[in-house]
């Protein structure tokens, strides 16, 4: 599985397509005018780039989510800006909802050349770390994406002027980016970009379970060197770290949503000692696995 290049089609006549979801993000609704849409199968669960901007909500469900070299939990209500061919993909732990707009400021001709859009350059530059949107500006954002649904094309695109506006004019910093600064996106010949991209499914489909690097390799064309190197050029990360950053991103969606004890989470999450589990935890999330529970568990 390389880099899945995603080909966007908005429709006919349109130049901005909406999507939305209920259940998961395999199989979406392309909204195409008002109250209409079809389904279509959805590239979400793949990592996955497009010369499109995307804008998504997740209105509910909860699970991991990868954009450039960052990797985290996200949790409904989240809503991230994703810039130009920059790698990305949700991985859900439960059934969710949510809307995707996605556009393309380069295409040739029409709204997207004037100066109003031209001018929303830098916009578009700290999009290419991926923004976490937050607090207010969150909140004015979701009342407008629920309601596209149900407006016609050109009142879409009217709202998302709207949403432009109210990003690229935080004041309060609550556009917050992703990707580290050292984030560079990966070349779209890179020849090793398949074999980086089915480790990236390894590791995140099989991490409950023991995965040794070398037995990894052992099915693909790459020495250990050549590897390490393209894979943390991919990802910003080195095989052991992209695989613990994982399980502790999973073992905190368990500390937040189960009464199960941190023992028995450190186990199903993939580490075989609870120290190790500990060291980790504090070095990605700054506190301990029990003072992390009780300030975000349900418990």
């Not at 950053?245 to 000692?273: P, Q, Y």
Request: charged share 25%; hydrophobic share 40%; net charge neutral.
């Amino acid at each position: 599985m390389a880099v899945y290049l995603e080909n966007i089609e908005p429709g006919k006549g349109q130049s901005l397509r909406l999507l939305s979801w209920t259940r998961g993000v395999e199989r979406v609704c392309l909204h195409t005018s008002a109250g209409q849409y079809e389904e279509i199968d959805g590239a979400g669960v793949l990592w996955h780039r497009h010369p499109e901007i995307e804008l998504t909500i997740v209105t509910s469900g909860s699970g991991l989510r990868m954009v450039g070299n960052h990797l985290g939990r996200f949790a409904g209500d989240d809503i991230a800006l994703i810039g130009r061919n920059v790698p990305h993909y949700w991985r859900m732990q439960s059934d969710s909802s949510g809307y995707c707009l996605q556009f393309d400021p380069n295409r040739k001709g029409g709204i997207w050349q004037s100066p109003e859009f031209v001018a929303l350059g830098k916009l578009w530059k700290r999009a290419q770390r991926g923004l976490q949107i937050n607090g207010e500006l969150a909140g004015s954002l979701r009342k407008i994406i629920t309601e596209l649904p149900n407006l016609s094309p050109l009142s879409r695109m009217a709202r998302l002027i709207e949403l432009l506006e109210l990003i690229e004019g935080d004041n309060r910093n609550e556009a917050l980016p992703l990707a580290s600064a050292d984030f560079r996106i990966p070349e779209s010949d890179d020849p090793y970009g398949e074999v980086i991209a089915e480790v990236i499914e390894v590791i995140t489909t099989g991490f409950r379970n023991e995965l040794r690097l070398e037995e990894v390799l052992e099915r693909q064309p790459l020495s250990r060197a050549t590897f390490a190197r393209h894979f943390k050029t991919n990802t910003g990360k080195s095989f052991s770290a992209f695989l613990a950053e994982v399980r502790v991103n999973s073992a905190c969606h368990e500390l937040a949503t189960t009464c199960r004890s941190v023992t028995e989470i450190a186990f199903d999450s993939g580490f075989n000692d609870l120290p190790h589990f500990n060291r980790m935890f504090r070095k990605l999330k700054g506190t301990s696995p029990l003072k992390w529970k009780k300030a975000h568990g349900a418990f």
